[in-house]
Nanobody, 125 residues
Framework: QLQASGGGLVQAGGSLRLSCAAS????????????MGWFRQAPGKERDIVAA????????YYADSVKGRFTISRDNAKNTVYLQMNSLKPEDTAVYYC????????????????WGQGTQVTVSS
């Protein structure tokens, strides 16, 4: 019900924009009722939050490692959430997942109810 796309191979310093589209009856008609988050998981590491955005798009959260480089946004009319990633570094290499949850904005991955399949981002040095 969540489809992430936009990943790829990019050189350090480059940019990518990830998209997360909602489909299906549950999410697509009510995406504006969900907090959305982007998480990433590198090989051998846990899945950690990168950014999150509140239902209206006003409130956002960023992990310290991406502050000033990544921007999360949403277009509820299009049932889509974006993650603009600039000044990419090799340490940003990971599989990126989008996720949705009801209620308030939180950063713990276990509190997110719906997950996309992930999109690979590889940053070469």
């Amino acid at each position: 019900q969540l489809q992430a796309s936009g990943g790829g191979l990019v050189q350090a310093g480059g940019s990518l924009r990830l998209s997360c589209a909602a489909s299906g009856r549950t999410l697509s008609s009510t995406l504006s009722s969900y907090v959305m988050g982007w998480f990433r998981q590198a090989p051998g590491k846990e899945r950690d939050i990168v950014a999150a955005i509140g239902k209206s798009g006003v409130i956002t959260y960023y992990a310290d490692s991406v502050k000033g480089r990544f921007t999360i946004s949403r277009d509820n009319a299009k049932n889509t959430v974006y993650l603009q990633m600039n000044s990419l570094k090799p340490e940003d290499t990971a599989v990126y997942y989008c996720a949705a949850k009801g209620g308030s904005l939180v950063t713990g991955r276990l509190q997110y109810d719906y997950w996309g399949q992930g999109t690979q981002v590889t940053v070469s040095s």
